[in-house]
Each structure stands twice: as C-alpha cells, then as structure tokens.
C-alpha cells in the first residue's frame, strides 16, 4: 500500500532554508522510485525533483544548487532541503511515486501517488 506523508513546511524570509521530510511506508519507500513536485495557486504542477533508475537525483533548473535530496533508510522517509528559497518557491510541495518508465518523468510532471502536502511560504 502506497502511503506518503509531508511534513516540514513552513514560513520563512528569502534567504532561508526549510527541510521538509515525507514519511513513507515501508512498501513505497522500498518498491517505488520517488520525487517531489510542488503546486502554486493558479499555477500549474511542477516537477521539483526525482530519481532515475541508475540511482541519480536530478533537480528542476528553477532549484538546482539550492535544492537537494537526501533520505534515511531506517525511518523510510525521503528528505527535500531547499536552502536560499525565493518568494517564487512558495507553493504546496508533494512527495511522490514515480511511473514507469520512472527516469525523467518527474520533469514531465508524471506522477503515480502522492502525499497531502506541506505548504511552504517564502515571504518579507
């Protein structure tokens, strides 16, 4: 069973940082390729980040050097710390399965099951 769960977010000034954490279930953390979109008001999803098949992570240009993922095999759970956010970071950012054929399809926005979400606000 697909489970996923978001937490982490918040408010915080330009310039600083956040780590948000997804919870997954053991059966998603093991079987299943993950990534992480966000989803602004009005605009449409987009892929933040995602995992290929040959164990790389790739990051959107929009987060890349700023964004980075990292994970904790023992409590299941995928991390995403975003450092030097922006104003145009805010959104509701998700924790994702990945489809097949997996590699790349996070930049597409392709997703299979996600979380709830944690809102993340970058604002002066």
């Known amino acids: 069973q697909v489970q996923l769960v978001e937490s982490g977010g918040g408010s915080v000034q330009p310039g600083g940082s956040l780590r948000l954490s997804c919870a997954a279930s053991?059966?998603?953390?093991?079987?299943?390729?993950m990534g992480w979109f966000r989803q602004a008001p009005g605009k449409e999803r987009e892929g933040v980040a995602g995992?290929?098949?040959?164990?790389?992570?790739n990051y959107a240009d929009s987060v890349k050097g700023r964004f980075t993922i990292s994970q904790d095999d023992a409590k299941n759970t995928l991390y995403l710390e975003m450092n030097s956010l922006k104003p145009e970071d805010t959104a509701i950012y998700h924790c994702a399965t990945l489809p097949p054929p997996y590699s790349g399809v996070w930049a597409l926005g392709r997703f299979g099951d996600w979380g709830q979400g944690t809102q993340v606000t970058v604002s002066s």
């Open positions: 053991e059966y998603t953390y093991t079987t299943q390729y």
């Open positions: 995992r290929d098949t040959e164990g790389s992570t």
